[in-house]
T-cell receptor
Framework: GAVVSQHPSWVICKSGTSVKIECRSL??????MFWYRQFPKQSLMLMAT?????????EQGVEKDKFLINHASLTLSTLTVTSAHPEDSSFYIC????????????FGPGTRLTVL | QKEVEQNSGPLSVPEGAIASLNCTYS??????FFWYRQYSGKSPELIMS????GDKEDGRFTAQLNKASQYVSLLIRDSQPSDSATYLC???????????FGGGTRVLVKP
């Protein structure tokens, strides 16, 4: 299967600071990537679809000014959590489809964000 | 009604037995179906993909799809303690390439 990496794997920050998370497809190109958030004991929640060379598409209820997404190349998408607050503490996971005809998505290892 | 539904479990099975997981979906135009395994604190790992009606086997895993009944299942044969995890059913709908996930079924394999 395809390999997707994320960096950092965990981050602790103070309230009010911004945090950037990187998602890379290592052995394939991805014109689209997806960002999810997962709270403890809950299922994945899709936050947004990252599109290479164009604006991201956000799911209903997700603040686009708070969660900035940039898909700068065919292998890199970034999620920036701006002015983070404790309620933003969560497990953030990206995914990328490997074969567009089937939309077989592979997930990165995730980034655990803790906002103090 | 949720778009993709799974029994949350926990599904407790003895080691060596067959674990049977079920998933129903509401979008009749759905094209692709996936099972992911997620260990606690880790990200989901793709274990099975199925696109046409019938059975698909891969090692100890068998996925079954019935589009007429809007039903997809996963069988885990010879269950091992290492199979203890949450299993997520995901469906690619007719519109776009977003996956819709069920809430997951927690499986506990007891030695």
């Amino acid at each position: 299967g395809a390999v997707v990496s994320q960096h950092p794997s965990w981050v602790i920050c103070k309230s009010g600071t911004s945090v950037k998370i990187e998602c890379r497809s290592l052995d394939f190109q991805a014109t689209t990537m997806f960002w999810y958030r997962q709270f403890p004991k809950q299922s994945l929640m899709l936050m947004a679809t990252s599109n290479e060379g164009s604006k991201a598409t956000y799911e209903q209820g997700v603040e686009k000014d708070k969660f900035l997404i940039n898909h700068a190349s065919l292998t890199l998408s970034t999620l920036t959590v701006t002015s983070a607050h404790p309620e933003d503490s969560s497990f953030y996971i990206c995914s990328a489809p490997w074969r567009s005809s089937y939309n077989e998505q592979f997930f990165g290892p995730g980034t655990r964000l803790t906002v103090l | 009604q949720k778009e993709v539904e799974q029994n949350s479990g926990p599904l407790s099975v003895p080691e060596g037995a067959i674990a049977s997981l079920n998933c129903t979906y509401s979008d009749r135009g759905s094209q692709s179906f996936f099972w992911y395994r997620q260990y606690s604190g880790k990200s989901p790992e793709l274990i099975m993909s199925i696109y046409s009606n019938g059975d698909k086997e891969d090692g100890r895993f068998t996925a079954q799809l019935n589009k007429a009944s809007q039903y997809v299942s996963l069988l885990i044969r010879d269950s091992q303690p290492s199979d203890s995890a949450t299993y997520l059913c995901a469906v690619n709908g007719a519109a776009g390439n977003k996956l819709t996930f069920g809430g997951g079924t927690r499986v506990l394999v007891k030695p």
